[in-house]
């Protein structure tokens, strides 16, 4: 009798471009049952023994997502699996600038999508998987940035530092369940990506930090996106994922 071969199963949100494109290209390169979150579809190439299947959704409106996502795990439950990820790497782009010079739906905007959508849908997940008997994993694509404060960039610091500490508090939860959620907060190091070239053409005087980024640039110190994302994708895969909280492939 043929055995059915098991798939490992990961959700990824931002997989319409930058790194979360890079990440789902390669998930369905080795095999993966994939489920994206994204705004816009991504024109994916679906290879043999692997599954793609693509959500367009608004992250600023998470919690009808969330439940969506809550329903649709449930329903996978008898599935042979290899294992169950979520990787939270959806984020908003705004014009680099003061606090005070940002406009109050940009600054609404970078929270809810990148630090509200990532706690509801990380909830979700963790609710409908409990009882599998699979390795689970919850990785959140946070940032240099949200260990080292930067002027021009107050929501996006702030939203990443938030990510981190959610990460801190879910690992100290998940530690003490049986099969609980193995937890990372990863930075994944500077890439050539849509918001590298917002911080490198900013207006100096509004982002004083611009010319280091050009720099940056100029002096070819980015990864690019398929290089960072097989990065991550490597320590996610790592048989330690979860003893550091809050990692950076830099130091991997």
Not at 118 to 128: D, G, H, Y
Request: some cysteine; hydrophobic content about 50%; charged content about 20%.
């Amino acid at each position: 009798m043929l055995q059915t071969m098991k798939m490992h199963l990961t959700v990824l949100t931002g997989a319409s471009r930058g790194l979360g494109a890079a990440m789902a290209e390669q998930l369905l390169k080795n095999g993966h049952r994939l489920l994206t979150l994204s705004r816009h579809t991504a024109d994916l190439w679906v290879v043999a023994g692997s599954d793609l299947e693509q959500w367009t959704a608004d992250l600023v409106d998470a919690a009808p997502v969330a439940a969506q996502l809550e329903a649709w795990l449930l329903a996978q439950a008898t599935r042979p699996l290899a294992s169950v990820t979520l990787i939270n790497n959806a984020a908003a782009l705004s014009a680099p600038a003061p606090l005070h010079e940002s406009s109050a739906d940009d600054l609404s905007r970078a929270l809810r999508v990148g630090l509200e959508a990532p706690m509801l849908l990380s909830a979700a997940f963790l609710r409908a998987t409990a009882g599998w008997a699979v390795p689970r994993r919850l990785l959140f694509i946070s940032s240099g940035l949200g260990r080292r404060a930067m002027a021009g960039s107050a929501s996006y610091c702030a939203v990443k530092a938030g990510m981190d500490h959610l990460a801190r508090a879910i690992a100290l939860e998940q530690a003490g369940l049986a099969n609980g959620a193995r937890v990372a907060s990863l930075a994944p190091g500077v890439i050539d990506t849509d918001m590298q070239v917002q911080l490198r053409t900013a207006d100096p005087a509004r982002f004083p930090e611009q010319a280091r980024f050009a720099a940056l640039k100029t002096g070819g110190q980015l990864d690019s996106p398929g290089d960072a994302a097989a990065k991550v994708l490597a320590y996610l895969a790592r048989p330690d994922f979860g003893q550091n909280v809050t990692a950076d492939v830099r130091d991997a």
